[in-house]
């Protein structure tokens, strides 16, 4: 059987152990790594195999974008607030969409991602048969769910995400999952809520939710159902160890420990969060509370960047800017968050280079400015470098599922070119068939 050997590499493994080799060795059989290990002895190429030489690349897992949205119209009427920009450019923008739209944003989004390390995306949007065709396409290991909202409000209905589920779940070897998505409580019901758990158990699926995101949020809700969003997502059974509460950013004490009690994983968005004008979400309080956070860019409309170095970045320096404390959020830990704690959300044997675990991986290449001075030997060294001066432009190689995706910032399944005109020409005919409804 022929292997994909990566050798001569800084091995950051993010493992139990956080263990680091200066010079190492990965070596993966189809979807699968199969040895880490330091040096390179053992490990001379058989007749078939492919050999990566990754020296002066730190070999790490890819990045796990917890909550992501196909994206059409980045630094389009992005000047406004939450609700506003909902009801200006977002609503009319995901209403308009049509199928071979969305394949093409889809694209355009998901190479940016792989361009910028991230090798698995947890998607809510619409027309998840062409999202699913172009993850299938590109190779990006993706998780969609739809943007379900009562039937009023002309988005997407349980009904649309179970048809989704039955004809995209498991495909491209299983990188194709479907959950099902709640777009956010001031667009549902207490009844769509309980439906929604109901058909995700069916299913044996799990469910992708906007919680606490801005306070505006939270008051609607009070006056519209007398609880807070993550109450009622409690008291209707929504909340659990399958569910991704995405923002999460106006939790009060008694919902932190809702979330805690039902094992419910959060996306910490804080880019998106910042440009919104949201907030800062309480992650010490979240983490004291022993809650399982990881890191999405949200979208590009409401952050201009899929890039989650960014997001890492943005995620320590919010949390010591407004609690002035320094000593919050680590580089290594926030690495975590971005790799370990998103695989465990979405329930992935990703973000850890470990015998037995899928092939998501990437090269970083540390020949620049962003990477000097660099000490070779001192894994908490790399780790600043990777959160605190480097952005996605250093990822030379990325590898889903064991597939070389992209090398040498080359996409090697699809024309980078094509994608970015054809997403172009996409933004311009939905632009033209938007109708904004003033409330």
């Known amino acids: ?70 994206a059409i119209g980045k630094g389009y009427n992005d000047h406004l607030p939450l609700w506003e920009y ?89 990188r194709i999952e479907v959950l099902i998505g709640i777009e956010w409580l001031p667009l549902a019901s207490p009844e769509l809520l309980r439906e929604a758990r109901a058909l995700a158990d069916q299913l044996g699926t799990g469910i992708h939710v906007h919680l606490n995101e801005s306070r505006t949020e939270v008051d609607f809700c009070l006056e519209k159902f007398g609880r807070r969003p993550t109450e009622l997502a409690y008291e209707t059974g929504l909340l659990g160890p399958d569910t991704i509460a995405a923002h999460c950013v106006w939790l009060d004490d008694r919902e932190i420990s809702l979330m805690a009690e ?17 907030g800062i979400a309480r992650i010490p309080e979240m983490l004291a509370a022993g809650l399982n956070i990881g890191l999405g860019h949200d979208a590009v409309e409401c952050n201009n960047s899929a890039d989650m170095f960014e997001v890492m970045k943005y995620a320590s320096l919010l949390q010591r800017a407004s609690r002035i404390d320094a000593s919050l959020m680590p580089a290594d830990d926030v690495l975590r968050m971005a790799t370990r704690n998103g695989a465990k959300a979405l329930g992935h044997m990703t973000g850890q280079l470990t015998a037995g675990y899928k092939a998501d991986i990437i090269l970083i290449d540390t020949n620049n400015a962003m990477f000097t001075p660099m000490l070779r030997d001192n894994a908490v060294h790399l780790s600043s470098h990777l959160v605190f001066a480097a ?49």
């Not at 040096?39 to 790490?60: F, L, N, Q, T």
């Not at 991602?113 to 065709?133: E, F």
Request: proline share 2%; glycine share 6%.
């Open 1 to 70: 059987m022929s292997r994909l050997i990566i050798r001569n590499g800084l091995v950051l493994t993010m493992d139990d152990a956080g263990t680091y080799y200066e010079s190492g060795t990965v070596v993966v059989e189809k979807d699968r790594i199969v040895s880490v290990a330091a040096g390179c002895e053992g490990y001379e190429p058989r007749e078939g195999d492919r050999v990566i030489d990754a020296s002066d690349k730190i070999v790490m897992p890819g990045l796990v974008d917890l909550h992501y949205h196909t």
């Open 86 to 174: 909902l009801d200006e450019c977002w609503y009319p923008l995901v209403r308009a969409v049509d199928p071979e739209a969305a394949y093409w944003s889809a694209l355009a989004s998901y190479t940016e991602s792989i361009k910028s390390g991230c090798t698995t995306v947890n998607d809510m949007y619409r027309q998840l048969d062409s999202l699913a065709l172009a993850a299938e396409h590109i190779g990006i290991r993706a998780v969609l769910s739809n943007d379900v909202a009562l039937e009023e409000h002309n988005l997407d209905t349980l009904e649309d995400n179970h048809k989704a589920y039955v004809a995209n779940h498991g495909k491209a070897n299983g």
């Open 262 to 278: 039902t094992r419910t994983h959060i996306s910490h968005n804080p880019n998106s969060n910042a440009k919104l004008g949201n």
């Open 391 to 439: 952005n996605g432009s250093v990822v030379d190689t990325s590898i889903i599922d064991g597939e070389i995706v992209m090398q040498g910032r080359i996409l090697t399944r699809m024309n980078e070119e094509q994608i970015v005109r054809e997403a172009n020409a996409a933004f311009r005919r939905i632009k033209d068939k938007m109708v904004v409804v003033k409330r």
